[in-house]
Each structure stands twice: as C-alpha cells, then as structure tokens.
C-alpha cells in the first residue's frame, strides 16, 4: 500500500473521530515504518476519545438525573406549605407561605428544564420566564381579574443555572408585587423584556398599576422581596433602577 493511501486511511479514521465514532481504525501492516507509528498513535487516542466520551455522557446522566431529584425535593416542599396552608385562617402567614413556595418554585422550574435540556449549561430564557409567569399568576388568580402578561425576549437567548436562580427570583418578586399592590382595580398589565449588547443584558419589568407611594425610599421603605431582588442584583453583578412613573419599572443591568 503506498505511502498516500495510508495517509488518506489515517485522515478517514480521524474524521470519524470527529462525527463521535470510534469503530474504525487505522491497518497497522507490521512493517515498522512511520506510517505504523503514526496509525498506532491515531488508534490509541481514539480509544481515549471513546473512553473519555463514554465518560462525559455518563456524567451528563447522572447531572440530569441530580437536576431531577433536587426539582422533585423542591416540589415536595412546596406541596407540603400548600398542605400547611389549608390548615391557616391568618391572610398574612398566608401570604408569606404563598411567597415561599413562589420561590421554591421558581428555582425548581430551573432544575427542571435543565434536566429536559440537550444542554446542561444553558436555559432558554424565554420559555423559562413564560413557564415562570404562568405560575406566579396562577399562584394569585383572583376572580374577575383582568391582567395581561406581555414579554419581549429574544428567542436565541440562554443563561446556565448562577445566572438564571437570581433572574428567576428576581421576576418572582417583581411579579408577585405587581399582583399584590398594583392593581386594585384588577386590570392592568405587567410587561417583561431583555435587550443584549455585546454580552450586556438589560432585563426590564413594568406595570402600568398605581405605583409606589409618593416619597418611596428604597432604603427606608422597601420589604423583604424588594430587599432580595436589590441583593440578587448584586449577585447578578447588576445595577438596579427603580422608577415609579405610569406604574412601576424596575430595570436590571448586568
């Protein structure tokens, strides 16, 4: 065989490697010339690539199969506070369950879609923050109500789970405020949207509601929700901008 056509060989079974198969190897002929060396170096490093590939998908299994568990663990907590609200006649413990299992939720929604996903290092933002949405207002479903969600995400846009925990809690809390204080009238809208630049992101939510009270201190004023969305910003390594005009609007930028 000439000196060419084991080249090719050798070229052939290197690209397999590339499309994740391993079958094929390089003729080793016994002839104890370069070719040999170098066939025999092309087949051992696909055994390692084999290995090393069996190995990755074994990890990504068992990354699935903990994003599932913890999801389920999550859902248990939060199944026993709705248990534990049966029983509660205070409409303010009431409501600070109502918060806790919002939030459990909001972070099991994430463990959740990363185990459905290809792709355990990114989450689709938009189908995350639709999920998320559609509890939180169902969560605070009143009778009669006329609430409109509008979101504005691009469809291309996807976070791994550091980033998306403190996003998801954040619209958790904006959101359940909106619903809690903004609308008293039970007509409204809350409008969430995210516009990237060069790896910067702007996430925006508004409400069209009555807005905060005349002379609102961030610091003074806010409660234990709006205090964890101004400390998961700085987790985010955000800014947050509050403004009450036409409603509510709070703008991350991280």
Same mark, same amino acid.
């Given at each position: 065989?000439?000196?060419?056509?084991?080249?090719?060989?050798?070229?052939?079974?290197? =690209?397999?490697?590339?499309?994740?198969? /391993?079958?094929?190897?390089?003729?080793?002929?016994?002839?104890?010339?370069?070719?040999?060396?170098?066939?025999?170096?092309?087949?051992? #490093?696909? *055994?390692?690539?084999?290995?090393?590939?069996?190995? $990755?998908?074994?990890?990504?299994? #068992?990354?699935?199969?903990? @994003?599932?568990?913890?999801?389920?663990?999550?859902?248990?907590?939060?199944?026993?506070?709705? %248990?534990?609200?049966?029983?509660?006649?205070?409409?303010?413990?009431?409501? #600070?369950?109502?918060?806790?299992?919002?939030?459990?939720?909001?972070?099991? %929604?994430? @463990?959740? =879609?990363?185990?459905?996903?290809?792709?355990?290092?990114?989450? !689709?933002?938009?189908?995350?923050?639709?999920?998320?949405?559609?509890?939180?207002?169902?969560?605070?479903?009143? !009778?009669?109500?006329?609430?409109?969600?509008?979101?504005?995400?691009?469809?291309?846009?996807?976070?791994?789970?550091?980033? =998306?925990?403190?996003?998801?809690?954040?619209?958790?809390?904006?959101?359940?405020?909106? #619903?809690?204080?903004?609308? !008293?009238?039970?007509?409204?809208?809350?409008?969430?949207?995210?516009?990237?630049?060069?790896?910067?992101?702007?996430?925006?939510?508004? +409400?069209?509601?009555?807005? $905060?009270?005349?002379?609102?201190? $961030? +610091?003074? +004023?806010? @409660?234990?929700? =709006?205090? %964890?969305?101004?400390?998961?910003?700085?987790?985010?390594?955000?800014?947050?901008?509050? *403004?009450?005009?036409?409603?509510?609007?709070?703008?991350?930028? /991280?």
């Amino acid at each position: 065989m000439s000196e060419n056509a084991r080249a090719n060989d050798i070229l052939e079974v290197i =690209m397999s490697f590339a499309r994740l198969e /391993f079958e094929k190897k390089v003729p080793i002929l016994g002839d104890d010339n370069v070719m040999d060396g170098i066939g025999s170096g092309v087949n051992m #490093l696909g *055994e390692e690539l084999q290995h090393s590939t069996v190995s $990755l998908k074994e990890k990504e299994q #068992l990354l699935k199969e903990i @994003h599932h568990r913890v999801k389920n663990n999550m859902q248990i907590i939060s199944s026993l506070l709705n %248990l534990q609200s049966d029983n509660i006649v205070d409409e303010k413990v009431l409501g #600070l369950l109502r918060e806790s299992r919002n939030r459990i939720n909001s972070m099991a %929604l994430v @463990h959740e =879609m990363l185990y459905k996903s290809s792709d355990l290092s990114k989450i !689709p933002l938009k189908d995350y923050i639709e999920s998320l949405s559609d509890s939180v207002l169902n969560s605070y479903a009143v !009778p009669d109500s006329e609430i409109e969600f509008c979101c504005e995400i691009e469809t291309d846009i996807y976070f791994d789970i550091d980033r =998306m925990i403190p996003i998801g809690l954040i619209l958790n809390e904006v959101i359940s405020n909106s #619903l809690k204080y903004g609308f !008293p009238e039970k007509k409204g809208r809350i409008f969430v949207g995210l516009k990237s630049l060069n790896n910067s992101y702007t996430l925006t939510i508004n +409400d069209n509601g009555k807005g $905060l009270k005349d002379g609102f201190d $961030l +610091d003074k +004023d806010s @409660h234990l929700g =709006m205090q %964890l969305v101004c400390m998961l910003a700085e987790q985010l390594d955000g800014k947050l901008k509050l *403004e009450s005009r036409n409603g509510v609007n709070y703008s991350v930028s /991280f």
